[in-house]
C-alpha cells in the first residue's frame, strides 16, 4: 500500500516536471515557422467547437441585403484581408508569416460558407486563442461583424459589382517620385 502511495505520488509529480523540463529545454516549438505543440492543436479545437456550441447565436439567416454585403466588404477590406486575402490575389506577407496559417476565406477550400453564420459572428467577435485570429469585439460594431459574417457566408454566390469592389487592389500604388523638397543638409552649428 506504502508502495503504491509513493507511485502515485510521483506519478503526479512526474507529468508537471517532465512538462517543466520540455519547456524550460527550448526545443520547445515557439516561432511560428515550427510545427505545433503536442496537444496544441487538440486543446484548440476541441475547446473552441465545445464553446462555439454552447455561445454562438443560432437564429440569425444567411440572407443578406446588398447593402449589407457592401458594408462588409468594407469591413473585410480594412481589418481582414491582410490575413484572409482578397480573391485571386497572392497572399500578403503577413499571411505568409502567420502559425497557424490564416486561411483564405475566398478560395473555394478555405470558404466558411458551410458554417451557421452566428458561428463566424462568434469566432470574429471574440478571436481564436493560440492563434493569429483576433477578437474585434472593441473595435468593430455588432453590425459590422454581422456584415462581415454575412459577406462571408455567401463567400461563393456574390452579386457581381460586390466581388468587384472587395476585389480592388487594396492599397494605391506610392507616387513613384517623392513630391516633398529634397532634404537640405543639416550644418551642424559649423559656421
Ligand atoms: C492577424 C491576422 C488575422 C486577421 C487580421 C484576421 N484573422 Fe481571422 N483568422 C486568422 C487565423 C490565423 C485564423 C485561423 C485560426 C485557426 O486555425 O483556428 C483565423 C480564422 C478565422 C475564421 C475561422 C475560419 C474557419 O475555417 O473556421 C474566420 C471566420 C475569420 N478568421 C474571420 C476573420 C474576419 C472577418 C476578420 C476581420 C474582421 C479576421 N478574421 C481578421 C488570422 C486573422
New binding site residues.
Given amino acids: 500500500m506504502g508502495k503504491f502511495i509513493v507511485g502515485v505520488i510521483i506519478g503526479i509529480l512526474l507529468v508537471p516536471a517532465v512538462f517543466y523540463l520540455y519547456v524550460r529545454s527550448g526545443y520547445a516549438p515557439v516561432a511560428t515557422s515550427a510545427p505545433p505543440m503536442p496537444f496544441e492543436r487538440f486543446f ?2 476541441t475547446a ?1 467547437h465545445a464553446t462555439l456550441n454552447r455561445e454562438a447565436p443560432k437564429t440569425h439567416t444567411t440572407t443578406a441585403s446588398r447593402g449589407e454585403l457592401l458594408a462588409g466588404v468594407q ?2 477590406r480594412d ?2 484581408a ?3 486575402g482578397l480573391p485571386g490575389k497572392p497572399r500578403s506577407p ?2 505568409r508569416g ?1 502559425f ?4 483564405q ?1 475566398f478560395e473555394p477550400a ?1 470558404m ?1 460558407t458551410n ?1 451557421p453564420v452566428g458561428v ?1 459572428y462568434w ?2 467577435k471574440h478571436g ?1 486563442r493560440l ?4 477578437g ?1 469585439q472593441t473595435s ?1 460594431t455588432d453590425e459590422e461583424i454581422w456584415n ?2 454575412l459577406l ?1 457566408a455567401n463567400a461563393d454566390k456574390l452579386p457581381a459589382d460586390v466581388s468587384q469592389t472587395l476585389q480592388a487592389p487594396l492599397t494605391p500604388a506610392l507616387p513613384a517620385k517623392p513630391s516633398a523638397p529634397p532634404a537640405t543638409k543639416p550644418d551642424h552649428g559649423q559656421k
Fill in positions: 484548440a479545437k473552441l469591413v473585410y481589418n481582414c491582410v490575413c484572409h503577413v499571411a502567420e497557424p496559417p490564416p486561411p476565406l478555405h466558411v458554417d463566424t469566432k470574429v481564436i492563434t493569429g485570429m483576433p474585434f468593430l462581415v459574417s462571408l
